[in-house]
């Protein structure tokens, strides 16, 4: 299928192609919520095309590969991570492409892309494309919005808000009521980014990696219940430029 005339910075495979994919994409997102529903793909869409501009990649195949990258979710959700979305969702996304009548090739390129996104999935993205929507698909599990949809999936499995003291966090289940956000910072989202593929996703994950580190600390303080201020975690925020003012205890954080 040729891309359609009227592309933009935001639409590389044309306005008409890619709201079709968002449209055939849709129903595999129901019922997903705020943690992996349409937003997060929408978000993962700016990401790869942020970082693809930079490195000049193929931003057709970032776009149809970010739209469709997790369409499968749902069938791992149901089977509580007995399948792999990953997979699944190539397999998925395949037949959208070639119901579209994409080339082989594009087709081919972006199936590596998604069945490579997955964190602890066997295969390794090996095209420039694969990395970027590797990076892309972590960014959005870090940061504020990671910690965000964090809490989001706990709440959904009926986790916890924190975990007690006692208990051995490496060693609870997935989907369990100690699968908490806390639990998932220390077991996966504290690791992300060592693993990043990219110059921008590795500058963009360190950032994001240090306000985690922060709240997850104040929020430990919180559930033992300190009251006391925490100076720490203000006069960091100013040394990096984010605070413009901690005069009686408050912090006025910097847009943008």
Known sequence: MGLDCFKTDDCPLGKELTERLRRMADPYHDGLGGCHGPDHTERVHKTVLHIGRLMDARLDILSGAALLHDIGRQFETEKQGGICHAEKGAELAQEILQELEFSDSFIAAVIHCIETHRYRGDKVPETLEAKILFDADKLDS???????????FAGQTGARLHNDSEVDILACKPYSKEDTAYREFKFKMSKIKDKM?????????????DFMELFFRRLEREIKGSVKPDTDVLQQAFERGEAESLSTGKTILKGG
């Open 197 to 209: 593929l990219t110059p921008e996703g590795k500058r963009l994950a360190e950032e994001r990696h």
């Open 142 to 152: 870090i940061g504020a919005v990671g910690i965000g949809r964090a809490f989001l």
